[in-house]
């Protein structure tokens, strides 16, 4: 490493609040799905910034889109329309099926205003303050405190508790478990389609299906977080099309507006009508007009570009190029996910493989301490998998 890359990092452990055991380069610009290091040197990148950016680096006609807006107006308010959320918000109810639309800043902001919905959404039902929301072990839906309260990782929160109140858990892919917490007070359940930062675990058909008919017969709602496996990245524009059923309640972000920060909260006609009404809830950014100029962006392009046809072309190959893996590493005892979010499952913690790639100059990332995640722009080839491999197997060779 260069002295003047060394000093930046000192510099930024001095300054910066450490919150992040951070990897040892400072990056610099990105091209297509490489990015470079202010050295120079080149990684092939396989996390896209956590599943954000899809598109790849330096996508001119995205960066087009972006510089008009700006010289166009980026702010307004919300007390005020402006075209680029108008436009968004029907594109996305277009490729989401949902009915309305509130654009937040981020994932956990979108979480908060689906967990607000939520409760009003029951409290117009009884006048009671004593809702239930059902969350799953594993989740992760964001550091706020109510993205927290329902994050099924206890190390997250417990040095900040208390977290808000009457939230209970159960585990993902066992209907039982769910059931065994329902009451009369339960008014949602919130869960990833496919479970990201807790480890790639996608809902099974049968379970969704089952978790969705409960939710019918006791008018519970079904909230889906769709923040990192929205978007394209299991083959489907949102993750529970595949299943054939939809949420009452949905959040997306990260590729939603694939590097400027947006997120979103959907919901159907039905919560739209009996939920959040005027005075209670807002942001003074979200859903700005350079937010939004980058969402209808990205959204064109995921058509322009065949997005999604990509990652079902792409996606099975990179399953038969890790599943090989496993078969020729015994320290390899699992490979699960779906689509472009797939996790590499090892009996040790994955850290020193991680570390190796990136000398190599691949970029990988752990979901939990023993599974490499894999989350990379949603336009690699086979070619990007066959270089990733290459870098991968070398790394395991020395382990
Ligand atoms: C990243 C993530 C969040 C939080 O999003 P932020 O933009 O970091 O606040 C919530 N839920 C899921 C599933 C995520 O992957």
Same mark, same amino acid.
């Given at each position: 490493?260069s002295?003047?890359m060394q000093?930046?990092?000192?510099?930024a452990?001095?300054d910066?609040?450490?919150?992040y055991n951070r990897?040892?380069?400072?990056?610099?610009k990105g091209e297509g799905?490489?990015?470079?290091?202010?050295d120079?040197?080149k990684?092939?990148?396989?996390v896209?910034?956590?599943?954000?950016?899809?598109?790849?680096y330096?996508n001119?006609?995205y960066n087009?889109a972006?510089?008009n807006?700006?010289?166009?107006i980026?702010?307004?308010?919300?007390?005020y329309y402006n075209?680029p959320?108008?436009?968004?918000?029907?594109?996305?109810?277009?490729v989401?099926?949902?009915?309305?639309v509130?654009?937040?800043?981020?994932g956990?902001?979108?979480i908060?205003g689906?967990l607000?919905?939520?409760?009003?959404?029951?409290f117009?039902?009884?006048?009671?303050?004593?809702h239930?929301?059902i969350a799953l072990?594993?989740?992760?839906?964001?550091r706020?405190?109510?993205a927290?309260?329902v994050?099924g990782?206890?190390?997250?929160?417990?040095?900040f @508790?208390p977290?808000i109140?009457?939230?209970?858990f159960a585990?993902m892919n066992?209907y039982?478990?769910i059931k065994?917490?329902v009451?009369d007070?339960?008014?949602?359940?919130?869960m990833?389609?496919v479970?990201g @930062?807790?480890?790639i675990?996608?809902a099974?058909?049968?379970?969704?299906?089952k978790v969705r008919k409960?939710?019918? @017969?006791?008018?519970?709602l079904?909230?889906l977080?769709?923040i990192q496996?929205g978007?394209?990245r299991?083959?489907y524009m949102?993750?529970f099309q595949?299943y054939g059923i939809k949420?009452?309640i949905?959040?997306?972000?990260k590729?939603?507006?694939?590097?400027?920060?947006?997120g979103?909260?959907?919901?159907?006609?039905?919560v739209?009508q009996?939920?959040?009404?005027?005075g209670d809830h807002?942001t003074?950014?979200g859903g700005n007009?350079?937010?939004?100029?980058?969402?209808?962006?990205?959204?064109d392009?995921?058509?322009?570009?065949h997005?999604?046809?990509?990652?079902?072309?792409?996606a099975p190959?990179l399953?038969?190029?890790?599943?090989?893996l496993?078969?020729?590493?015994?320290?390899?005892?699992?490979?699960r996910?779906?689509?472009?979010m797939?996790?590499?499952?090892m009996d040790?913690?994955?850290?020193?493989?991680?570390?190796?790639a990136?000398?190599?100059?691949?970029?990988?990332?752990n979901?939990g301490?023993?599974?490499?995640?894999?989350v990379p722009?949603?336009?690699?080839?086979?070619?990007?998998v066959?270089?990733?491999?290459?870098?991968?197997?070398?790394?395991?060779k020395e382990?």
């Amino acid at each position: 490493m260069s002295t003047q890359m060394q000093g930046y990092i000192d510099q930024a452990e001095k300054d910066l609040l450490h919150t992040y055991n951070r990897y040892q380069i400072v990056l610099d610009k990105g091209e297509g799905v490489y990015l470079y290091d202010t050295d120079g040197k080149k990684y092939l990148d396989f996390v896209s910034g956590i599943a954000v950016f899809a598109l790849g680096y330096a996508n001119k006609e995205y960066n087009d889109a972006l510089k008009n807006q700006i010289d166009k107006i980026i702010h307004t308010s919300n007390y005020y329309y402006n075209q680029p959320a108008i436009d968004a918000a029907r594109k996305l109810k277009k490729v989401s099926g949902m009915d309305r639309v509130f654009f937040t800043n981020s994932g956990a902001e979108a979480i908060e205003g689906a967990l607000k919905a939520a409760r009003k959404y029951a409290f117009l039902k009884d006048g009671k303050n004593d809702h239930e929301i059902i969350a799953l072990n594993h989740s992760f839906h964001g550091r706020t405190f109510g993205a927290l309260s329902v994050t099924g990782n206890p190390k997250y929160r417990e040095p900040f @508790e208390p977290m808000i109140g009457n939230i209970k858990f159960a585990d993902m892919n066992d209907y039982d478990s769910i059931k065994k917490q329902v009451t009369d007070k339960t008014c949602a359940i919130i869960m990833e389609t496919v479970q990201g @930062e807790g480890g790639i675990y996608p809902a099974d058909a049968d379970f969704i299906k089952k978790v969705r008919k409960l939710c019918d @017969e006791k008018d519970i709602l079904l909230i889906l977080d769709e923040i990192q496996c929205g978007m394209g990245r299991t083959g489907y524009m949102y993750a529970f099309q595949k299943y054939g059923i939809k949420p009452d309640i949905m959040t997306t972000a990260k590729a939603l507006g694939c590097g400027v920060p947006v997120g979103a909260f959907m919901m159907t006609e039905k919560v739209g009508q009996n939920s959040l009404t005027a005075g209670d809830h807002g942001t003074t950014y979200g859903g700005n007009p350079l937010a939004c100029a980058a969402i209808n962006k990205v959204l064109d392009l995921f058509e322009k570009e065949h997005i999604i046809e990509n990652v079902n072309q792409v996606a099975p190959y990179l399953e038969e190029k890790l599943d090989e893996l496993k078969t020729r590493y015994s320290f390899i005892t699992e490979r699960r996910g779906a689509g472009l979010m797939q996790g590499l499952v090892m009996d040790m913690p994955v850290g020193d493989i991680i570390n190796k790639a990136l000398e190599k100059g691949l970029i990988l990332i752990n979901a939990g301490a023993n599974i490499i995640r894999m989350v990379p722009p949603l336009v690699i080839t086979k070619n990007d998998v066959d270089e990733m491999i290459d870098i991968l197997e070398s790394c395991l060779k020395e382990v």
